[in-house]
Structures are given as structure tokens and as C-alpha cells.
């Protein structure tokens, strides 16, 4: 069975600063991942997903996210975090029609 | 209306009360998915429908009960509902099972 580990529940950066976000995925297949973003009372957004192309891979609002086979690692990063970038983060791992989310990090960020 | 969008966005029930969630996808998709959102719990998959057959159940009690009357439509009627069940629900759409979900805003669900 295929599973994600999300390191960190909690991520508090200043605004201006670096944001990463960690993900190790566990998956006996080439599996397809993914990175969404939810907002307070709102549902899970699509920020980027990995499906076996680049493996440095471009989303939404300046985020992007390596995939590293060696690592088992598809960590999210932005260079500069904005205000607007405090939310829950929720990596996703997905093979064979079975998709399986992390717990999720709630990513803070300070003025 | 474009996207997955839920009706109602709340809502508030008693423990004796039967209540149904709807969820409605524009996307032509041909897979819808319930989740539930607890505080502090991952997200837990509820049930898969995939062409309008479920495909997955996870194990959930029989209070929840999924209808999928075509592949734009997905139900989730609750009956006898404890406090523990209260939770924002979420429902998904893909194109095939297992593509990446578009997700609507969800219902934010209270059980007294």
C-alpha cells in the first residue's frame, strides 16, 4: 500500500522568507503526486502535481516542488512567502486508482 | 455554475434527525469521492464511485449512506448521526480514478 508522510504539522515562516514543506512518500509503483492548498472553510485546491515528466515541477501562486526517486522526497518550496500563503498544505500520493493524502501542515506566516 | 459545488455549506442536525448532502460536479468527470475533514484528523476517504458504481467503501458506519445517480450527482444521506460525526465533508470529482480531484467547498456539518 502506497502512504505519505508530511514532516512538520505545523510551519511558521516570515513573510519574505523561504517556504518548504516536506513530503516522503512510500509507493511500490512510479506513483503520481501531488501538493494541494485549503484555505480556512474552503476546499482543497490543486497547487502542482508530478506525473513522470519533469521532475521539477511548477504550480500556482509561485510554488514548485521536486520529485526525487532516490529520496522518496517531494518536497514543496516558494521562494518568498506572502501573507496570502497561510493555509494547510496537503501532499498526495496516488497509483493504480488508490490516492492517499498526508495529514496535512498548517503553514503560518509571520509579518 | 463551474466546478464541484455542495449544498448545504452548513448545516445543523440532530442526533434523531435524516438529512441528505448533495454534490454536484460541472467537470465531466467520471469519478466522485466523500471525504471527511475532522479537526486535527487526516482527511479520511468515505466513498469512491467511478462511473457511477462504488468502487470504495472504507469501512464506514451504515448511518452514511452514498447515492450516485449519474456521474454529475453525488448524495450522502445521514441518519441517526452521533456528535463524533460532526466535520467539514468534503466531495471530490477526477476524470478517471485516480487522476487528481477538484475538490468543492465543502459542508460544515454539526450533529447535537
Known amino acids: 500500500a502506497q502512504s505519505v508522510t508530511q514532516l512538520g504539522s505545523h510551519v511558521s515562516v516570515s513573510e519574505g522568507a523561504l517556504v518548504l514543506l516536506r513530503c516522503n512518500y512510500s509507493?511500490?509503483?512510479?506513483?503520481?503526486l501531488f501538493w494541494y492548498v485549503q484555505y480556512p472553510n474552503q476546499g482543497l485546491q490543486l497547487l502542482l502535481k508530478y506525473t513522470s515528466a519533469a521532475t521539477l515541477v511548477k504550480g500556482i501562486n509561485g510554488f514548485e516542488a521536486e520529485f526525487k526517486k532516490s529520496e522518496t522526497s517531494f518536497h514543496l518550496t516558494k521562494p518568498s512567502a506572502h501573507m496570502s500563503d497561510a493555509a494547510e498544505y496537503f501532499c498526495a500520493v496516488s497509483s493504480f486508482g488508490d490516492m492517499r493524502f498526508g495529514a496535512g501542515t498548517r503553514l503560518t506566516v509571520k509579518p | 455554475e463551474t466546478g464541484v459545488t455542495q449544498t448545504p455549506r452548513h448545516l445543523v442536525m440532530g442526533m434523531t434527525n435524516k438529512k441528505s448532502l448533495k454534490c454536484e460536479q460541472h467537470l465531466g468527470h467520471n469519478a466522485m469521492y466523500w471525504y471527511k475533514q475532522s479537526a486535527k484528523k487526516p482527511l479520511e476517504l468515505m466513498f469512491v464511485?467511478?462511473?457511477?458504481?462504488?468502487?470504495e467503501n472504507n469501512s464506514v458506519p451504515s448511518r452514511f449512506s452514498p447515492e450516485c445517480p449519474n456521474s454529475s450527482h453525488l448524495f450522502l444521506h445521514l441518519h441517526t448521526l452521533q456528535p463524533e460525526d460532526s466535520a467539514l465533508y468534503l466531495c471530490a470529482s477526477s476524470q478517471d480514478w485516480g487522476n487528481e480531484q477538484f475538490f468543492g467547498p465543502g459542508t460544515r456539518l454539526t450533529v447535537l
Open positions: 509507493s511500490s509503483v512510479p506513483p503520481y
Open positions: 464511485y467511478s462511473l457511477e458504481e462504488r468502487v
